[in-house]
Structures are given as C-alpha cells and as structure tokens.
C-alpha cells in the first residue's frame, strides 16, 4: 500500500514571496504518478501540477513547480510569487501506473495562507 | 463549461435514514470516482466505476453503495448513516485508460450532516 505525508499542516506567506510545501510518500511501485491538487476555501479541487516517475525532469505550470527526489521519494511543490488566490488547501497525491484508472492517494494537506 | 456537478451541496439526514447523493459530469468522461473527506484529513477513495464496471475500495464498508445507470450519472448511496458518516463526499471524473496518468476533475463536494 502506498502511503503520502504531508508535514506542514499549515503554512504562511507573504504576497509576492516563495513558499515550498513538503511531501513524502511511500511505494514499491516503480512506475508511478504525483499531484498536486489545490482545495479553495468551499471551492472545488482542481489539478496544479502533475509529475511522471519516470521523467527526471521538473514538471513546472507557470509559477508553481516541484522537486522531485525519487530515491528520497520526496515531491515537494514551490509556489513563486505568492498571490492572494492562492489561498487554499493544498494535497499532495499519488496513483500507481496501472490499471485503467488513476485511483489516488492523497496526504493530508497543507492549509496554505497568503497574506497582503 | 464542461463541468462535475453535485447536488445537493449540503445534506441533512437523520442517524439510519437513507440518503442519496447525486454526480453529474458533462465531461464525457468514462471513470466516476467518489471520495469521502472527514474534516481535517485527505480525501479517500471509496469505488469507482470504469464506465459499467464497478471497483470497490477493499476498506469501503458495506453501507456505501453506488450506481451508475448512464455515462455522466453517477449516485452514492448510504444505507443507515451513521454519526460516523458525516463528512464531505467528493465526486471525480477522468477519462480513463491511461494507466494512471489521468488527470481528475472533481465537483464541489456534499457535504453531509447526521443528526
């Protein structure tokens, strides 16, 4: 079974600055796949950025990218200048490469909070 | 827009009482998923349907039930909620058949009261 931790249950910043969000996950799976999904306060969960294991390189959308370490089995996600829509809960989550389906685990989120 | 929508957004129902929630997608997408998010912690995967074929979570209780009678309905049911039930139910959707490279589409979320 796999498993994804997200340390930081919440975290601050301020507009215009960075912020990284930490997560660890746990599989015996070689062939996998990593999200990020952010939650807006009473809103849907919409995709951020997704990452293939087999790729070494960084997946980046715009302003947010992630390190992935995958012998550390580390996918954490950095936010560059911090806008205050980014606001939200944060998951981190993982599905194996197989199957028809992308049935996904998720870690318990990082509440984030941008200030002015 | 092409959406995932849930209704009703908020649910009241009373300890074993029947309830049924409701998810539609205009996506035409072919896998329906549906979720359970406690307060405070990640959302977990209940079943999901590959168009007609239903995948059951081996930790679901039994309780959960769901059908999918066409491509864009898909239904949750709970047969007795339990206290323990309340929580906010998250309905997904994606296309399918990429070995886990799909990207999913979620709705608001109903979230749901047991008196």
């Known amino acids: 079974a796999q498993t994804v931790t997200q340390s930081q249950p919440e975290m601050s910043v301020q507009e215009a600055e960075t912020v990284t969000l930490s997560c660890t996950y746990d599989?015996?799976?070689?062939?996998?796949?990593l999200f990020w999904y952010k939650q807006p306060p009473s809103r849907q969960m919409i995709l951020v950025i997704r990452?293939?294991?087999?790729?070494?390189q960084n997946a980046t959308e715009n302003r947010f990218s992630v390190n992935f370490q995958k012998a550390a089995k580390s996918f954490s996600l950095k936010i560059s200048d911090s806008q205050l829509g980014d606001t939200a809960m944060y998951f981190c989550?993982?599905?194996?490469?197989?199957?028809?389906?992308?049935?996904?685990?998720f870690g318990t989120g990082t509440r984030l909070q941008v200030t002015l | 827009d092409a959406m995932v929508i849930q209704n009703p957004r908020y649910q009241v129902t009373q300890f074993g009482k029947p309830v049924t929630l409701s998810c539609s997608q205009t996506?035409?997408?072919?896998?329906m998923y549906w979720y359970q998010q406690k307060s405070s912690q990640a959302p977990k995967l209940l079943f999901h349907?590959?168009?007609?074929?239903?995948?059951n979570e081996a930790d679901t209780p039994d309780n959960f039930q769901s059908r999918r009678p066409n491509t864009s309905f898909c239904f949750l049911d709970i047969r007795s909620p339990g206290l323990g039930d309340a929580a906010m139910y998250l309905c997904?959707?994606?296309?399918?058949?990429?070995?886990?490279?799909?990207?999913?589409?979620f709705g608001p979320g109903t979230r749901l009261t047991v008196l």
């Open positions: 997904a959707t994606s296309r399918g058949g990429w070995e886990g490279a799909d990207t999913q589409y």
């Open positions: 990452q293939e294991a087999y790729k070494q």
């Open positions: 349907y590959y168009d007609k074929d239903f995948n």
């Open positions: 996506l035409n997408h072919n896998v």
């Open positions: 599989t015996s799976e070689n062939n996998y796949y």
């Open positions: 989550a993982f599905t194996p490469g197989t199957g028809t389906a992308s049935k996904l685990t």
